[in-house]
């Protein structure tokens, strides 16, 4: 009876390990990468909205100095989302190889973790932007394609 339990045990273990799904650093890798070409396609909206915000800065479409300083907040932020892509972008490590798949998983969680944020501050800016574009009877900028982008 003790060699059943054994062997039943032994065999759920190994069944249990096996199913494991765990991600791997490769599958974790590729959806940062995924969200990093999104976020460059992103990007070319933000650049796109925030020149014509700087337009309308300069313009007298504004009335109000709480505008005016409305308008230069947005300029600000969304030149910082810009930045914050170009940092993760300088310091990303596109080859790294830790000492072993753990290190290389822990690498890659850590950059998702960061690019997610930088992802949640394009989505916020622009979606901050196009609205006050629409307030200036202005359209926001269209989201562009990149074709052919590799890594």
Known sequence: MKKKITIVA??????????????KANDIKK?????????????????????????????????????????ADLIIRL?????????????????????????DLEYYKSQMIKIRAVEDAYIKVTRESDSLLNIFNLNPANKMEISNHKH
């Open 31 to 71: 959806e940062v990468l995924n969200i990093h070409d999104k976020l460059m396609i992103d990007g070319e909206k933000v650049i796109k909205n925030r020149m014509k915000l700087d337009s309308v800065l300069k313009s007298n479409q504004i009335k109000s100095t709480q505008d005016s300083v409305n308008v």
């Open 10 to 23: 032994s065999a759920l273990i190994l069944l249990f390990s096996a199913c494991k799904t765990e991600p």
């Open 79 to 103: 030149n910082k989302a810009d930045e914050n892509m170009m940092d993760w972008m300088h310091f990303f490590n596109d080859d790294f190889k830790g000492k072993n798949e753990q290190e």
